[in-house]
DNA sequence: AATTAGCCTACTATATTAATAGGGTATGCA
DNA sequence: TGCATACCCTATTAATATAGTAGGCTAATT
């Protein structure tokens, strides 16, 4: 299942993606506009900050912004930030690899070589698709 | 993240599908053979015997078996019985749909889009996917 | 200086997962 | 018939992650 965090994250980029120019939006404009718990977004967007996605601004008139082109975000770095791993199971991870404890040859293992597939895919489709194709900008 | 219940039914399953003939198995030698624990196995061969996936023999000599050909097994049925819905979220899911209540059009939404696609890419995958493939047999 | 708005830590409620415990019931064989 | 075998079923629990809440701090603007 998707993390609400995710899904949240997601849905405040693409709201500051859609943001005509780099006027600062505040966190409580988002939370109303997308339904989202203010506190909430708000260690979401910190989040992003920190991972170099948004950039902020104290004070009166301040707020977060984008710091790079929609088209440039891609969807995987913003899924392994907020998500984690891109695979159901940490033996077929690229990122967050783990060794299965029970399971004594991976490359035998029925699991990991149908997990393998779905990472593929699932990998592909978030590298191909960036923040500019999901907001329409 | 896939569930270690999922995975677990899938290697039993693979398991009794590398069986030659159709004699039952018990759970415990499935249990030690691929480092499950015995009562939680238990309860997921039961999962799969109540759908249709194996049978069961009681008593002496007794134990699980499969009932159909590997061949004739989708992984997306397995996965949809052990794991429950393949969508990333609720309102992109085929059988198991729900509604977001925060969002008011799904049509509009950049979370919608994108895990519609990495639905369609890993329903194919489980679809196309049998028992047979995952166990050489 | 006062106000605004982000920054940060800590806590809590809820749900899910992964087991564990323990007894019940059908089957096969001597 | 009786006993051992092995599946059947319910209930409980420990651990973990998620989602959200509370509250105060700090920097920037006017």
Redesign the pocket.
């Known amino acids: 299942m998707l993390?609400?965090?995710t899904k949240y994250g997601i849905k405040a980029l693409t709201y500051l993606a859609r943001q005509e120019n780099r006027t600062?939006v505040?966190?409580?404009t988002i939370s109303k506009s997308e339904n989202i718990?203010l506190?909430?977004l708000?260690?979401i967007?910190?989040t992003l900050?920190?991972n170099d996605f948004l950039g902020?601004?104290?004070?009166?008139?301040?707020?977060?912004y984008i710091l790079k082109e929609p088209k440039d975000i891609q969807m995987a770095a913003v899924m392994r930030i907020l998500e984690?791993p891109i695979s159901m199971i940490p033996c077929v991870s690229l990122n967050f690899y783990e060794k299965c404890e029970d399971c004594p040859d991976e490359n035998a293992c029925a699991v990991h070589k149908l997990m393998a597939q779905v990472r593929d895919s699932s990998l592909k489709i978030f590298k191909n698709t960036t923040l500019a194709d999901l907001c329409n900008c």
Do not use: D, V, W
């Not at 902020?56 to 977060?64: D, I």
């Open positions: 993390s609400k965090k600062p505040q966190i409580a718990s506190k909430f708000e260690s967007l910190l900050r920190k902020s601004k104290k004070g009166k008139g301040g707020g977060y984690g």
